[in-house]
C-alpha cells in the first residue's frame, strides 16, 4: 500500500514567497516549474503537498543564486512566521513549555514531520525530522527550521543566547561561515537528524512575553486543528510515524502492543485495522527500517554498525542480511554502486558529535 500524500499548511510557503518578492525576484517562475497553483498563495490554512513545497524552497536556492537559501529564512523567522504554532509558543510561560508545544503540535501544520524535545543529564535537545523516504533533498529545510528554531528560542533568551552544538542530516556544504554566524556554536553534519543541543537549565527561561490568556487560547486553536488533521490521517499512517519515531531504537523494541497502546487501541484491533488497509505491523516496521537504512548508507557516511544499532540491530550480520533482501547488496556494496565515498576526509564540523548524539541514539 502505497504512503499517502503528506501535506503542508500553506503560511510557511507564504513566508518563502515573500522572501523572494523582498529580494527583487518574481516567484512565478518557480510555481510554474513546482507545479504549485497560484490558490496557494490565497489562504494561509489552504494545504498543499509537502513534496512540493520542498522541492519550492530547493529550486529557489538554485534560482536566487544563494545556496543557504534555507539559512536565511530561518534568520529573519519569528513566531508569527508559524501562524498559531508560533504565536503559541510566543506566549507559552517559559521556553521548556514554548519548546513541548512545538514538538507537540508540529504535525498540525505538516505532515509526515516528527520532532521532540528530550533531555539527557544536563543537556536538552530539540530533534526535527521528515518522516517522508521521498522526499529526499531537503537541505533548505532542514536549514530553515534549525535556523529559525535558534531564533524563537532568542525570542524568550535574549538575543545572545547561543546553543550548544547544532546537528544536520546532510553533509556539510563547501562554506559554512553564514552556518556559524547564525548559531554561534559548533555544528555537525552527516549526523542521524537535525537537532538543536541546549543545555537543560536553558528550560527554565521564563519568556518575558508571557501571556496565558492568550496561550489558553492557541492551545485550543490547536488543538481543535489537530483533531481536524487526525481525522484525516489513516491508522497505518499513525503506526508509520510511530515506528519511525522510535529510531534511533531505544533499549526496547517497538512492538504491535506498545505501537497499540500510542494509538489508543488493543493490539488485535490495531493489526485488523491495518490488515483493512491492505498492510500489517510488521511490513510497516520492516518498510520503515528499509527506508531509514536507505536513507543513512546513501545520504551520510555513519558507520554501517551505527546505522544497524540506530534500526535496532544488535548484530550486524542480521543488519547486512536485511539489507540483501530490501536492495539486493550488502551495505558496503550498495554504497559502492551508489557512489557514496565514506573515505573521503571531512571538516571537523562534520565529524561525529563528541557526546550528545551517542546518548540520545539510545
Known amino acids: 500500500m502505497g504512503l499517502a500524500e503528506p501535506m503542508v499548511m500553506s503560511s510557511f510557503f507564504h513566508f518563502v514567497v515573500d522572501?523572494?518578492?523582498?529580494?527583487?525576484?518574481?516567484?512565478?517562475?518557480?510555481?510554474?516549474?513546482?507545479?504549485?497553483?497560484?490558490?496557494?498563495?490565497?489562504?494561509?490554512?489552504?494545504?498543499?503537498?509537502?513534496?512540493?513545497?520542498?522541492?519550492f524552497l530547493e529550486e529557489a536556492a538554485v534560482f536566487s543564486?544563494?545556496?543557504?537559501?534555507?539559512?536565511?529564512?530561518g534568520r529573519r523567522a519569528t513566531p508569527f512566521s508559524l501562524g498559531p504554532l508560533g504565536l503559541l509558543f510566543a506566549s507559552s510561560a517559559n521556553l521548556s513549555h514554548a519548546l513541548q508545544g512545538l514538538a507537540t503540535h508540529v504535525g498540525v501544520v505538516q505532515d509526515r514531520t516528527n520532532s521532540a524535545l528530550r533531555l539527557d543529564g544536563e543537556m536538552a535537545a530539540f530533534h526535527y525530522r521528515i518522516d517522508d523516504p521521498r522526499i529526499r533533498q531537503r537541505r533548505q529545510d532542514a536549514e530553515f527550521s534549525l535556523g529559525m528554531i535558534c531564533q524563537l528560542v532568542r525570542y524568550v533568551a535574549g538575543k545572545n543566547w547561543a546553543p550548544e552544538e547544532v546537528h544536520f542530516e546532510h553533509p556539510a556544504p563547501a562554506a559554512t561561515s553564514d552556518h556559524a554566524a547564525l548559531f554561534r556554536a559548533p555544528i555537525y553534519f552527516d549526523q542521524p537528524t537535525n537537532a538543536v543541543i541546549l543545555r537543560r537549565s536553558d528550560l527554565g527561561l521564563r519568556n518575558p512575553q508571557v501571556d496565558e490568556k492568550m496561550a489558553l487560547l492557541f492551545q485550543h486553536h490547536v488543538a481543535v486543528m489537530r483533531g481536524q488533521r487526525s481525522d484525516r490521517r489513516n491508522l497505518s499512517d499513525q503506526v508509520r510515524s510511530i515506528v519511525r519515531d522510535h529510531f534511533p531504537a531505544a533499549e526496547r523494541s517497538m512492538t504491535a502492543t506498545r505501537a497499540a497502546e500510542a494509538t489508543g487501541l488493543s493490539a488485535r484491533t490495531l493489526q485488523r485495522v491495518l490488515q483493512r488497509e491492505q498492510t500489517g505491523f510488521r511490513a510497516i516496521k520492516d518498510e520503515e527500517?528499509?527506508?531509514?537504512?536507505?536513507?543513512?548508507?546513501?545520504?551520510?557516511?555513519?558507520?554501517?554498525?551505527?546505522?544497524?544499532?540506530?534500526?535496532?540491530?544488535?548484530?550486524?550480520?542480521?543488519?547486512?542480511?536485511?539489507?540483501?533482501?530490501?536492495?539486493?547488496?550488502?551495505?558496503?556494496?550498495l554504497r559502492q554502486?551508489?557512489?557514496v565515498d565514506v573515505d573521503r576526509k571531512v571538516g571537523a564540523t562534520a565529524t561525529a558529535a563528541p557526546q550528545f548524539r551517542?546518548?540520545?541514539?539510545k
Open 19 to 55: 522572501n523572494l518578492k523582498e529580494r527583487k525576484f518574481d516567484p512565478k517562475i518557480l510555481l510554474e516549474k513546482c507545479e504549485v497553483p497560484l490558490s496557494c498563495l490565497e489562504d494561509p490554512y489552504r494545504e498543499m503537498p509537502l513534496r512540493k513545497y520542498i522541492q
Open 65 to 73: 543564486g544563494d545556496q543557504n537559501f534555507g539559512l536565511g529564512l
Open 289 to 333: 527500517r528499509k527506508q531509514i537504512a536507505h536513507q543513512y548508507l546513501l545520504q551520510t557516511r555513519m558507520p554501517v554498525t551505527e546505522i544497524a544499532l540506530m534500526l535496532g540491530y544488535s548484530d550486524p550480520a542480521c543488519f547486512t542480511r536485511a539489507c540483501r533482501r530490501w536492495f539486493g547488496v550488502n551495505p558496503r556494496k
Open 337 to 339: 554502486e551508489s557512489g
Open 358 to 361: 551517542q546518548t540520545t541514539a
